[in-house]
């Protein structure tokens, strides 16, 4: 490779060198902290609206409005956490929304009225919608082989969130009430702030800002974390690495080598799992979008319980996954540079079914009938796995770019 001064790595071949290990896993343990952060603050919603409703005489469409103006929040919040966060830093992003969410959640258990109550609820979910900040942030830690299988052990902190809010929600509501409720729902926030300053900024993201000793430093520390040890010389761009690579026709082979309603995701996630690292993201996508249609078609007629039950257990656990690998795969196709708010504003598009979605629940309880509805999701349910197929990318085996115009495909 020449004189030892010449020598120099990139950032995968870094992550490649130091492996998964206690670094990678203290890095997903507060990411998965915001992720069971939101899910909490998103399933309280499913408890504290009807404990509300009595005693504040709230209507059916009060009620729901409560879960819209929180995916409101999540609209705006979703593009402007993507936008500090490649502009500032990812941890400038996860910081300013940890704050908010912190202070607003704690805030709505002390809410006079129902009008302060979806105010601050806006501001909860303006403060939620960095959670898919947290998905780029630590898939920027995580080396090529197997980055599918540990985004989808990431993904079910999401699954423990809703489950710990399900037993919380159980236990406070009889004994305490709803406040008391909203109020403990927004620890995992706080606890975000207590131990920012633990974790690292991405390495790459310094990367793409010229920051290439700081990023180098933070490669060393977890190299002795993981009991590893960087390639020798000194790291460089992938973009300047990857020029040099092709002129001298260096081969990339070398680099390769992610409640009832809560546990209906786990089957999925392991089946995500399974099949992403293997069949790749788009066909992943495509089979639980298909099994999910499958499954939610008989109740387009009214079925008997155990019929019903099924299937929106079984669709659920299909689409549930199907969301997950899509949390994986769009952060893979945006540049360094561009990821946090490219999957911002995707993010926030898909926030308007969130507003949408309570709306027609009361709607369908309301008419007593549920033909309509589930028409409805099985043909949002065709266009998304029409919108998977014509999309261009399979990012199996890719290495993550860093700039929009050099996409790298490790064969």
């Keep these: 490779m020449g004189d030892e001064g010449s020598v120099s790595y990139t950032l995968d071949e870094a992550l490649g060198a130091i492996g998964f290990g206690r670094f990678q896993l203290i890095v997903l343990a507060y990411a998965g902290l915001g992720w069971v952060a939101e899910a909490m603050e998103m399933m309280l919603l499913s408890f504290v609206g009807p404990a509300m409703k009595p005693e504040w005489g709230l209507s059916a469409s009060q009620e729901s409005l409560i879960s819209t103006v929180a995916f409101g929040g999540m609209l705006v919040g979703a593009y402007s956490w993507g936008r500090v966060s490649d502009a500032y830093g990812r ?52 080396p090529i082989p197997n980055r599918g299988a540990w985004m989808v052990v990431f993904a079910t902190f999401w699954t423990v969130g809703t489950i710990m809010e399900a037993s919380l929600a159980w236990w406070i509501m009889p004994r305490y009430g709803w406040r008391w409720l909203l109020g403990l729902s927004a620890v995992p926030s706080l606890m ?24 180098q430093q933070i490669l060393k520390h977890g ?12 790291l460089v761009s992938d973009h300047i690495k990857t020029k040099t690579n092709d002129d001298n026709n260096e081969s990339l082979e070398s680099k390769t080598s992610s409640s009832q309603r809560s ?21 992943s996508m495509v089979i639980m979008l298909v099994s999910g249609f499958v499954l939610l078609l008989p109740l387009i007629v009214h079925q008997n319980e155990v019929i019903t039950t099924g299937s929106l257990f079984g669709s659920r656990m299909f689409i549930s996954a199907s969301f997950i690998i899509v949390l994986i795969y769009a952060p893979e196709v945006y540049p360094t540079n561009l990821r946090t708010t490219g999957v911002g504003i995707a993010t926030a598009i898909g926030r308007t079914g969130g507003m949408v979605y309570p709306l027609i629940v009361v709607g369908m309880k309301a008419g007593c009938h549920q033909t309509v509805p589930v028409i409805l999701f099985e043909v949002t349910i065709l266009l998304c796995g029409l919108s998977v197929v014509i999309l261009p990318f399979e990012t199996k085996g890719k290495e993550l770019t860093d700039t929009i115009d050099l996409p790298v495909q490790v064969k």
């Design 192 to 215: 975000l702030l207590l131990f920012f300053r633990l974790v690292p900024e991405s390495p790459r993201y310094l990367s793409t800002q010229g920051r290439l000793a700081e990023a």
């Design 263 to 283: 546990s209906s995701s786990l089957p999925g996630l392991g089946l995500a799992a399974i099949l992403l690292d293997r069949v790749g993201r788009k066909i």
């Design 91 to 142: 941890k400038k992003g996860f910081l300013g929304a940890s704050i908010l969410t912190t202070l607003a959640g704690f805030s709505c258990a002390f809410a006079p009225n129902y009008i302060s109550l979806l105010i601050l609820r806006c501001l909860v979910g303006a403060g939620l919608s960095c959670a898919h900040v947290f998905t780029s942030w630590f898939l920027e830690f995580v």
């Design 223 to 234: 190299a002795a974390l993981n009991r590893k040890e960087l390639p020798v010389g000194l």
